[in-house]
């Protein structure tokens, strides 16, 4: 399935995201989440390439694959490519089409210090370029509402994000934010600038105290008071942190929806009890 016509079918898209096991957990892990994941029907679920080290390459081919055929869900592959030279960007699109995959959200992937980038992709958008021009796949990029952390602004970097859409990503998911203004804000913008593809909202909801932090250096989305109050005060509870970060999630996701955004992407951090609880607020929200 086509990814982006699920746009044009549904007002608001739901979709989640997982990631593979480290390499010191089982592949099963993600089975029994995945178990769980799948009576929620999420419109698409997508699967991380290679972030954190992981289980490897394959990994992500064959989570997708049993996505698609295992629980009958359309799978998205993330793919990075700084670190690959074309033949190993071969290598791997001729894995997920063996195991019928349709649709990559092609990425750059984060530059680290320990590993010197292979030169042969620069950006998401010269990948797009490579796979559009190959054939076989539909593309989906990555954007930012409050602009990459390597871009001198908001507005170069949604003329970057332009050269991407114009080289063949015909959908896009944004960066958690937990500011939802960020969003509507960027959304003009990107309309302003020519982009017209549907456009998801990135929620992650606080699993832990650490975890938000560590993902908010990472990728620099602001933390608003009211976020930061809730984290002070419910830091040394975690059930209590847990069930305010549930209802801060909805609360977004319900004022998203409200303004009518095209969809949105939740990044599940692997809990389907959180997941669970989400979508069981929110189910009266979402048509079929
Ligand atoms: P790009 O679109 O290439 O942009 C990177 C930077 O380069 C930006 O600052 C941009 O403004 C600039 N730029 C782009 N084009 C040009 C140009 N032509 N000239 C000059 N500057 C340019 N990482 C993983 O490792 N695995 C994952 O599975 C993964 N999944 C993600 C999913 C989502 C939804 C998001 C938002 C991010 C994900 N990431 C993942 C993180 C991502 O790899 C990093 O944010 C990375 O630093 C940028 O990737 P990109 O594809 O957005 O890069």
Redesign the pocket.
Known sequence: MHIASLFQKKRTVLSF?V?PPKKTSSIDTIYSTLDDLQGLKPDFI?V????GGNAGDSATAEIASAIKHKYHIEPVA?L?CVNYTKPEIEQILERLEQNNIENI???????SPDRMPKKEF????ELIAYIKERGGFHLS????PEG????ENLI??IL??K??VDAGAEHL???LLFDNNYFYSFLEKARIAGISVPIQA?IMPVVNKAQIERMVTL?GASLPPKFTKMLQRFEHSPEALRDAGIAYAVDQIVDLISQGVDGI?LYTMNNAYIAKKIMNSISGLIED
């Open positions: 995201e990631f997508s991380t390439y290679g972030a993330h990075t959200l092609a990425l750059r992937g984060d530059i620069n950006y998401a958008s990029g990555a954007c930012y990459h952390i390597e871009s170069s970097d970057n994000l050269k991407k998911i944004s960066q990135g990728c992407h």
